[in-house]
């Protein structure tokens, strides 16, 4: 079973729409992220979220919205998609006895 | 703003050298390190980290850290072609558990 997995793993979509990408994790860790990939490979947070606490990277533009149903999903909705969004975007998780980051395999976001 | 630098490369190396990726970052309170390997069009994952200053040694992997400097590096002996990827510092930030990447630093390594 895949610890971290993310759909769809490529996506693309016209400038304006609104479409969501779902993750889902098996390890009981209680927190999640959302990373954002651009094209030199730069990782940077969005968001992280547990039971108790969303942060939100103050960069990301209101546009993106994480939605956390239960402790081991948490969905990314982005609004009114730019070219700018074009990215590969990754989810992570991590526990409290765990050592760094579980990633999933990447959501492949083309904006045209 | 926390960062951590790393030189983006690429970084050749013939088979079979020791292959050195350095890292520098800003937080001085940062309490935990980590090297991420990422082969292209995949995810990045864990191979080595590190929490008190001095060597780690894991296999053909040495991870150093030097608190003082603000420095951590990643050795990779008897470098081998599939050792080639880019390669991710990741320092903890102040906020729990959530991780500073640094830009990556590209490794190839000539057969």
């Known amino acids: 079973d895949t610890a971290v997995s993310q759909t769809p793993k490529y996506l693309v979509t016209q400038m304006g729409n609104d479409k969501s990408i779902k993750c889902e994790q098996n390890?009981?860790?209680?927190?999640m992220y959302w990373y954002k990939q651009d094209s030199k490979k730069f990782l940077k947070i969005m968001f992280s979220y547990n039971n108790k606490e969303l942060i939100i990277n103050e960069t990301v533009p209101n546009r993106f919205s994480p939605k956390s149903p239960d402790k081991a999903h948490l969905n990314l909705h982005i609004n009114s998609l730019e070219l700018g969004d074009s990215a590969v975007y990754f989810c992570a998780s991590t526990g409290r006895d765990t050592k760094g980051y579980t990633f999933g395999s990447g959501t492949r976001l083309t904006v045209v | 703003q926390k960062e951590v630098e790393q030189n983006s490369g690429p970084l050749s190396v013939p088979e079979g050298a020791i292959a050195s990726l350095n890292c520098t970052y800003s937080d001085r309170g940062s309490q935990s390190f980590f090297w991420y390997r990422q082969y292209s069009g995949k995810s990045p994952e864990l191979i080595m980290s590190i929490y008190s200053n001095g060597d780690k040694e894991d296999g053909r992997f040495t991870a150093q850290l030097n608190k003082a400097s603000q420095y951590v590096s990643l050795l990779i002996r008897d470098s081998q072609p599939s050792d080639s990827a880019t390669y991710l510092c990741a320092v903890n930030a102040d906020y729990g558990q959530n991780f500073v990447f640094g830009p990556g630093t590209r490794l190839s390594v000539l057969p």
């Open positions: 390890l009981g860790h209680d927190t």
